[in-house]
C-alpha cells in the first residue's frame, strides 16, 4: 500500500476531531483549509502533499490514501473523545469538591455580570445563526467566571445566573446536533476524490474538461453532493467536541464551592431542570447532593 506524505497525514496528538475541510469544487478534490478557513488559493493539498499538480499516478495513489487513514483516525479520536469526557467530568468534579480554588485566567475589568450578559447574547446568536463560532465564544466567556472576589451575596446570585447560562449552552448544543449523524457510518463519510461517472477521466478531473454536458452536470452533482458530506461532517462532530467540553465545565462550575461562595444545590439543579435539560443530562452532570 502506498505510504502517506510525511508533511503533516496522520498527525496523533490532536485532541479534537475535524474531518477534511473541504474539496475543490472543479476537481473534487479534497482540499485543507487555510488560518482564514477558506481553501488555500495557492496551493491544492491532498492532506499532505504540497505540489499543485500531482505529477504521478504512485503520488496520487498515495495521497487519497493518506486522506483515507486520516478519515479513519478522526473516527477513532470522536470514539475516545466520548470516553475521555465522562472521565473528566469525573476528575474535575473531584478537583473542585476538595475546595481548591478553580485555576482560571479572568479577563481584566470585566466583571462576572459582564461575562454572563455576553455568554448569553452569543447563545441566542447561535441558535439563530447556527455558527459554532458564537457558541464557542459563550464558552469562552463563561469559563473565565470566578467569584473569589465576590461577596457572600451576589457570589449566589451570579453563579445561579452562570449555571443558567451553562444549561443555555448545553441545551443549544443538543438541539443542533443532527440526530441522524454516525461517525460510525462509512457512507456518512466525504470522499477524498469524486470519481468521474464512466471511465475515460481520471478521479479529480475538472469539469471544464468533460465535452459532454450530461456527463459534467453529472459530475458537478457529485462533487458538490461531496462537499455538502464533507461540512456536515465536519460541523456534527465539532458540535460533538463543544458539547462534551461544556458538559464539563457545567460540572465544574456546579462544584466550584468555596469559602465566599457555599453550597447551593437545591437552586442550582431546579435551574438545571427549568432549562430544558434531560435526568439523564443532569446525571452525568452530576450536581452536588
Avoid at 492532506?47 to 498515495?62: D, I, K, Q, Y
Avoid at 452536470?217 to 465539532?238: G, S
Wanted: aromatic residues 4%; contains cysteine.
Amino acid at each position: 500500500m502506498a505510504s502517506c506524505p510525511s508533511s503533516g497525514c496522520g498527525r496523533r496528538g490532536s485532541s479534537r476531531v475535524s474531518f477534511a475541510a473541504g474539496a475543490d469544487l472543479r476537481t473534487g478534490r479534497t482540499v485543507s483549509a487555510s488560518k482564514s478557513g477558506s481553501p488555500d488559493p495557492g496551493r491544492t493539498r491532498f492532506h499532505g502533499a504540497t505540489s499543485a499538480v500531482l505529477p504521478s499516478r504512485s503520488l496520487r495513489r498515495a495521497a487519497v490514501t493518506c486522506a483515507q487513514e486520516q478519515a479513519s483516525m478522526n473516527i477513532v479520536r470522536l470514539q475516545w473523545a466520548g470516553r475521555l469526557a465522562s472521565i473528566a467530568v469525573a476528575v474535575a468534579a473531584t478537583w473542585l469538591a476538595s475546595g481548591e480554588p478553580a485555576a482560571s485566567q479572568p479577563r481584566p475589568n470585566s466583571s462576572n455580570s459582564d461575562r454572563t450578559n455576553t455568554a448569553l447574547a452569543s447563545i441566542a446568536q447561535f441558535k439563530s445563526t447556527h455558527a459554532l463560532a458564537a457558541i464557542r465564544s459563550a464558552i469562552d466567556e463563561l469559563a473565565q467566571f470566578d467569584n473569589r472576589s465576590e461577596t457572600k451575596a451576589s457570589c449566589i446570585l451570579s453563579r445561579r445566573r452562570a449555571i443558567e447560562a451553562w444549561a443555555g449552552v448545553v441545551s443549544a448544543l443538543q438541539s443542533a446536533k443532527d440526530p441522524t449523524f454516525d461517525p460510525n457510518d462509512i457512507t456518512q463519510r466525504p470522499s477524498s476524490t469524486v470519481d468521474v461517472p464512466g471511465h475515460g477521466y481520471p478521479s479529480g478531473t475538472d469539469p471544464a474538461d468533460i465535452a459532454d454536458p450530461k456527463l459534467r452536470a453529472e459530475y458537478e452533482q457529485l462533487v458538490a453532493a461531496n462537499t455538502a458530506k464533507t461540512r456536515r461532517v465536519n460541523y456534527q462532530a465539532e458540535l460533538r467536541n463543544l458539547y462534551r467540553e461544556a458538559m464539563a465545565r457545567t460540572s465544574v462550575a456546579l462544584h466550584n464551592v468555596n469559602s465566599t461562595c457555599p453550597n447551593d444545590e437545591q437552586a442550582l439543579r431546579g435551574i438545571l431542570h427549568r432549562s430544558g435539560l434531560t435526568d439523564g443530562q443532569i446525571e452525568k452532570l452530576n450536581p452536588p447532593q
